[in-house]
C-alpha cells in the first residue's frame, strides 16, 4: 500500500512544469484585467448587460491580449470626425462617458471640434490630422493612441466623398479618390483593428454607409456602389464574427441635413427637396442605440425604414428610373420658395 502511495505521489513531487508556471502569470493578470474591464458593466441597465452577454456567448479572450492594454485606457476612434454626422457621433460616445479621438484632414476644423467635445462632455478628446488615405494611417493612429496611454476600443470609419452627376463625367482621379476613401481606407482601418477587439472580446465598428448602399444610384453610381461594398462588407464580417463579442453594423441613413450634399454638388437635386432629411444629431442617437443594441444594418427614422422596405419591394425596371430622377444634378433650384437646408 505504502509503495502504492508514493508510486502515486512520484508525479507531484518531481519538478514543476516550467512552461505551465510561466504562463500562469500571465493568464491570472489577463483574467484580473478582463473583470476589471467588465466592471463597469455591473452599473450598465439589465437589459445592456443581457445584450452583452448575449453578444459575447462565443467570446475567447486572450490572456496576452489583454494585458497588452492592460495599462491603457479604451477610446472610441472616429474617422471623419470634425463635422457632420462623425462629429454627432463623437458627441453621442462622448455622452455615454467615451473618450474619444478624431481624425480628419483640416487641422483647425478637427481641433475646434475635439475641443468642443471635451467641454461639453467632460472626456478626454484627441485631435489625430491626417487622410486617412495614407497606407500607415492605422499604426500612425495606434501609436497615437498609445503615446497618450490608449487603445482603440470602438472604430468609427465615417470619413466619406460623394460625386454627384453622370458617371461618365467624372474624371479617373475623381472616382479614384472616392474609392480610397470610402471603401479601400475603411476596409484597411476595419482589418488593422479587427483583429484586436476579436482577440480582447469587446469593442466594435461602426461602418457609416448609406441608404443608397442598398439600391443602384444613377447620377451619384460611384457613390452608391461604395456604399453598397460598405454595407455587404461589413454585414459578412458581422456574420463571419457573431456571438465573439464585437458589435459590427453598418449605419445606412438616408439624406441627413449637413455639408455633404452641397459639396458634391448636389444640394438642388430632387431628392434634397422632396425627401425628409434626418439631422446629425438625430442620425447618431439612432446609431448609438442600434450600436448597443447589436445590429448589423441600422437604418435610422421613421421614413428611413419606410424607404428601406420600398426598396426591396419595388423592382428594379420602376425603381432605377425614379432614382435617377431624383438624385439627377440640377443648377437652379426647383421651386423659388425652398430654403437650403445646411446643418
Same mark, same amino acid.
Given at each position: 500500500?505504502?509503495?502504492?502511495a508514493?508510486?502515486?505521489?512520484g508525479p507531484?513531487?518531481?519538478p514543476p512544469?516550467?512552461?505551465?508556471s510561466?504562463?500562469?502569470?500571465?493568464?491570472?493578470?489577463a483574467r484580473? %484585467?478582463?473583470?476589471?474591464?467588465?466592471?463597469k458593466t455591473?452599473?450598465?441597465?439589465?437589459?445592456?448587460?443581457?445584450?452583452d452577454?448575449?453578444?459575447?456567448?462565443?467570446?475567447?479572450? !486572450?490572456?496576452?491580449?489583454?494585458?497588452?492594454? +492592460?495599462h491603457?485606457?479604451?477610446?472610441?476612434v472616429? @474617422?471623419?470626425? !470634425?463635422r457632420?454626422?462623425?462629429?454627432? &457621433?463623437?458627441r453621442?460616445?462622448a455622452?455615454?462617458g467615451?473618450?474619444?479621438a478624431?481624425?480628419?484632414r483640416?487641422?483647425?476644423?478637427?481641433?475646434?471640434?475635439?475641443a468642443?467635445?471635451?467641454r461639453?462632455?467632460?472626456?478626454?478628446a484627441?485631435a489625430?490630422?491626417?487622410?486617412? @488615405?495614407?497606407?500607415?494611417?492605422p499604426?500612425?493612429?495606434?501609436?497615437?493612441?498609445?503615446?497618450?496611454?490608449?487603445y482603440?476600443?470602438?472604430?468609427?470609419? %465615417?470619413?466619406g466623398? =460623394?460625386?454627384?452627376g453622370?458617371?461618365?463625367?467624372?474624371?479617373?482621379?475623381?472616382?479614384?479618390? &472616392?474609392?480610397?476613401?470610402?471603401s479601400?481606407?475603411l476596409?484597411r482601418l476595419?482589418?488593422?483593428f479587427?483583429?484586436?477587439? /476579436?482577440?480582447?472580446?469587446?469593442?466594435?465598428?461602426?461602418?457609416?454607409?448609406? &441608404?443608397?448602399?442598398l439600391?443602384?444610384?444613377?447620377?451619384?453610381?460611384?457613390?452608391?456602389?461604395?456604399?453598397?461594398?460598405?454595407v455587404?462588407?461589413?454585414?459578412?464580417?458581422? @456574420?463571419?464574427n457573431?456571438?465573439?463579442?464585437?458589435?459590427?453594423?453598418?449605419? +445606412?441613413?438616408?439624406p441627413?441635413?449637413?455639408?455633404?450634399?452641397?459639396?458634391?454638388? +448636389?444640394?438642388?437635386?430632387?431628392?434634397r427637396?422632396?425627401?425628409l432629411?434626418?439631422?446629425?444629431?438625430q @442620425? +447618431?442617437?439612432?446609431?448609438?442605440? =442600434?450600436y448597443?443594441?447589436?445590429?448589423h &444594418?441600422?437604418?435610422?427614422g421613421?421614413?428611413?425604414?419606410?424607404?428601406?422596405?420600398?426598396l426591396?419591394?419595388?423592382?428594379h425596371?420602376?425603381?432605377?428610373?425614379?432614382?435617377g430622377? /431624383?438624385?439627377?444634378?440640377?443648377?437652379?433650384?426647383?421651386?423659388?420658395d425652398t430654403l437650403?437646408?445646411?446643418?
Amino acid at each position: 500500500m505504502a509503495g502504492r502511495a508514493q508510486r502515486a505521489e512520484g508525479p507531484s513531487s518531481g519538478p514543476p512544469d516550467r512552461k505551465g508556471s510561466s504562463l500562469l502569470p500571465l493568464a491570472l493578470a489577463a483574467r484580473v %484585467c478582463y473583470h476589471h474591464s467588465l466592471r463597469k458593466t455591473k452599473d450598465r441597465p439589465l437589459l445592456r448587460r443581457l445584450i452583452d452577454l448575449w453578444l459575447a456567448r462565443n467570446a475567447q479572450p !486572450s490572456a496576452a491580449a489583454l494585458e497588452a492594454v +492592460a495599462h491603457l485606457k479604451p477610446m472610441t476612434v472616429i @474617422t471623419g470626425g !470634425s463635422r457632420g454626422i462623425g462629429f454627432a &457621433l463623437a458627441r453621442r460616445f462622448a455622452k455615454a462617458g467615451n473618450d474619444v479621438a478624431l481624425i480628419a484632414r483640416h487641422a483647425d476644423a478637427l481641433e475646434a471640434a475635439a475641443a468642443a467635445v471635451a467641454r461639453e462632455r467632460h472626456v478626454k478628446a484627441l485631435a489625430i490630422a491626417m487622410d486617412v @488615405t495614407d497606407a500607415d494611417a492605422p499604426q500612425r493612429i495606434d501609436a497615437h493612441l498609445a503615446a497618450n496611454g490608449f487603445y482603440p476600443e470602438t472604430l468609427v470609419n %465615417c470619413a466619406g466623398v =460623394g460625386l454627384s452627376g453622370p458617371f461618365v463625367e467624372h474624371t479617373e482621379e475623381a472616382i479614384s479618390y &472616392l474609392l480610397e476613401v470610402n471603401s479601400v481606407a475603411l476596409t484597411r482601418l476595419t482589418r488593422h483593428f479587427l483583429p484586436g477587439l /476579436l482577440a480582447r472580446g469587446k469593442g466594435g465598428i461602426i461602418n457609416v454607409a448609406s &441608404l443608397g448602399g442598398l439600391v443602384p444610384g444613377p447620377n451619384q453610381a460611384a457613390y452608391y456602389a461604395s456604399k453598397a461594398y460598405v454595407v455587404s462588407l461589413t454585414r459578412a464580417i458581422a @456574420t463571419e464574427n457573431a456571438g465573439r463579442g464585437v458589435r459590427l453594423m453598418a449605419l +445606412a441613413p438616408g439624406p441627413v441635413n449637413t455639408g455633404f450634399h452641397r459639396a458634391m454638388g +448636389a444640394e438642388l437635386s430632387f431628392y434634397r427637396q422632396l425627401m425628409l432629411a434626418l439631422s446629425a444629431e438625430q @442620425t +447618431a442617437r439612432a446609431a448609438y442605440r =442600434g450600436y448597443v443594441l447589436g445590429c448589423h &444594418l441600422l437604418v435610422p427614422g421613421v421614413t428611413g425604414k419606410l424607404l428601406q422596405i420600398a426598396l426591396w419591394i419595388i423592382p428594379h425596371a420602376l425603381l432605377l428610373p425614379i432614382i435617377g430622377w /431624383l438624385l439627377r444634378r440640377r443648377e437652379e433650384r426647383p421651386w423659388s420658395d425652398t430654403l437650403d437646408k445646411e446643418a
